[in-house]
C-alpha cells in the first residue's frame, strides 16, 4: 500500500522559512517523478516543485529561486524547503508520486 505523509506545515510570519517533508513508503521516491502542489482557498490544485528520477527539477515561476526541492534515498523522502516567504504562498500543500498517488496535506499559513 502506497503513503505518503506530509509534515512540517505550520503558521510563519512573512519572510520566514519552513521545511515540508513527505515520507513515502509502498513505493521507492527514487525512481518515480515527485512533486508538491499546493492548493489556496477558492483556487485549483497547482504543482509547485517537481523532481523527476533523473533528478531534473522544476519550479512554478511564483516559487523559483525561494523554494528547493529535494530528496533523501535513503530515508525515501521527499522535502520542500520553503524560504522568503509570502502571504500568498498560505495554502494546503500535498505531496504527490508519480502524478498518481496523493498525501493528505499539511497547511502552511503565512501570516504577522
Known amino acids: 500500500q502506497v503513503q505518503l505523509v506530509e509534515s512540517g506545515g505550520g503558521l510563519v510570519q512573512p519572510g520566514g522559512s519552513l521545511r515540508l517533508s513527505c515520507a513515502v513508503s509502498?513505493?521507492?521516491?527514487?525512481?518515480?517523478?515527485m512533486a508538491w502542489y499546493r492548493q489556496a482557498p477558492g483556487n485549483q490544485r497547482e504543482e509547485v516543485a517537481l523532481?523527476?528520477?533523473?533528478?531534473?527539477?522544476n519550479y512554478a515561476d511564483s516559487v523559483k529561486g525561494r523554494f528547493t526541492i529535494s530528496r533523501d534515498n535513503a530515508k525515501n523522502t521527499v522535502y520542500l524547503q520553503m524560504n522568503s516567504l509570502k502571504p500568498e504562498d498560505t495554502a494546503v500543500y500535498y505531496c504527490?508520486?508519480?502524478?498518481?498517488?496523493w498525501g493528505k496535506g499539511t497547511l502552511v499559513t503565512v501570516s504577522s
Open positions: 504527490n508520486a508519480a502524478q498518481y498517488y
Open positions: 509502498g513505493i521507492t521516491a527514487r525512481i518515480q517523478s
Open positions: 523532481i523527476s528520477p533523473s533528478e531534473r527539477i
